[in-house]
T-cell receptor
Framework: GQNIDQPTEMTATEGAIVQINCTYQ??????LFWYQQHAGEAPTFLSYNVLDGLEEKGRFSSFLSRSKGYSYLLLKELQMKDSASYLCASMDSNYQLIWGAGTKLIIKP | DGGITQSPKYLFRKEGQNVTLSCEQNLNHDAMYWYRQDPGQGLRLIYYSQIVNDFLKGDIAEGYSVSREKKESFPLTVTSAQKNPTAFYLC??????????????FGAGSRLTVL
């Protein structure tokens, strides 16, 4: 079956670094997406990885290892506005997205 | 501004009633999607459409219906056959299907509560 696993909740301190992990098992693979979703709002796109390695985009970076079925989202210099849920989604061989349940990130001052 | 408009934002329904959620886009995207979001679960695909006058069932289409009469609009009807309709409904658009980097743009969502 197809499955995406990510932690339910994480807590971090303002100004620190946090890594949110995601493991996936999908029928085929056409890329891994990360989205940010503030409570009650629409998810917004953060990153897309299809090749192994690290993609850096400002304070946010995303890593992919296809052989391990593993990705992480790295958030640096955390700000209070980063408090949100972070959704991991894998695109399968039919170009359909399989979504994880999301990781709720709580930032404390 | 280009974007997606979902309405209503909040909707209350009595059991046995059908309700229709609106989704309108001016991004000129070919593909449109309806997802359902429940606490503790990933987004689940209800229906999607890659072209006008055509749509396909997603993983949880039972109890829902859609139409795609024009490119800009993809309304979702939650019928009385849907046994557990209370949820947050998200409409999204994207460039057509077979592309890896098909980034979705989401509307603000509609929260349906069945009383």
């Amino acid at each position: 079956g197809q499955n995406i696993d990510q932690p339910t909740e994480m807590t971090a301190t303002e100004g620190a670094i946090v890594q949110i992990n995601c493991t996936y098992q999908t029928s085929g693979f056409n890329g891994l997406f990360w989205y940010q979703q503030h409570a009650g709002e629409a998810p917004t796109f953060l990153s897309y990885n299809v090749l192994d390695g690290l993609e850096e985009k400002g304070r946010f970076s995303s890593f992919l290892s296809r052989s391990k079925g593993y990705s992480y989202l790295l958030l640096k210099e955390l700000q209070m506005k980063d408090s949100a849920s972070y959704l991991c989604a894998s695109m399968d061989s039919n170009y359909q997205l399989i979504w994880g349940a999301g990781t709720k990130l709580i930032i404390k001052p | 501004d280009g974007g997606i408009t979902q309405s209503p934002k909040y909707l209350f329904r009595k059991e046995g009633q059908n309700v229709t959620l609106s989704c309108e886009q001016n991004l000129n995207h070919d593909a449109m999607y309806w997802y359902r979001q429940d606490p503790g679960q990933g987004l689940r695909l209800i229906y999607y459409s890659q072209i006008v006058n055509d749509f396909l069932k997603g993983d949880i289409a039972e109890g829902y219906s859609v139409s795609r009469e024009k490119k800009e609009s993809f309304p979702l009807t939650v019928t009385s056959a849907q046994k557990n309709p209370t949820a947050f409904y998200l409409c999204a658009t994207g460039t057509s299907g077979s592309s890896g980097a098909n980034v979705l743009t989401f509307g603000a969502g509609s929260r349906l509560t069945v009383l």
